[in-house]
């Protein structure tokens, strides 16, 4: 991430540990060999050496080659994405806001207008009874 200076630190790149299951992704994790079940000691520790050179290799050769292009997509994803927020769900959520609020008085006034002296006629008829 940047700091206030807008500086890129190159120290800790996942600050919010996003990918941190992948940090710790190492030959052992991958590859095991149970008891009983051995190659040849160097063959072994030669695999270890592989894996981990290819994959640092791999890697940045990948990111060498697509990741400014991939970097640059995602970057066009997020500013359609703040795009269609900005002008249009949240112009939609408060057009939707503004008629559901008068659709709400409207049913209120029915229900005080229409309902609400029938209720109050019911509950004067029930209100003289009383337990004995």
Not at 59 to 68: F, N, P, S
Not at 73 to 81: K, L, M, N, P, Q
Not at 88 to 103: A, F, H, Q, R, S
Not at 115 to 130: A, D, L, N, Q, Y
Request: proline share 3%; net charge negative.
């Amino acid at each position: 991430m940047t700091d206030k200076t807008g500086e890129i630190d190159l120290v800790n790149r996942d600050p919010n540990g996003l990918n941190s299951h992948l940090g710790t992704l190492m030959f052992n994790d991958v590859i095991g060999e149970p008891d009983g079940t051995h190659s040849i000691d160097c063959v072994f520790k030669l695999s270890n050496t592989c894996f981990e050179l290819w994959k640092g290799l791999c890697y940045k050769l990948l990111t060498l080659c697509c990741g400014c292009c991939i970097a640059m997509e995602w970057g066009c994803e997020f500013a359609y994405i703040a795009f269609y927020h900005i002008w249009y769900i949240t112009p939609c959520l408060k057009w939707l806001e503004i008629n559901c609020g008068v659709c709400q008085r409207l049913y209120a006034m029915c229900i005080n207008c229409c309902m609400t002296p029938c209720f109050e006629s019911c509950g004067g008829i029930f209100h003289h009874f009383k337990r004995g």
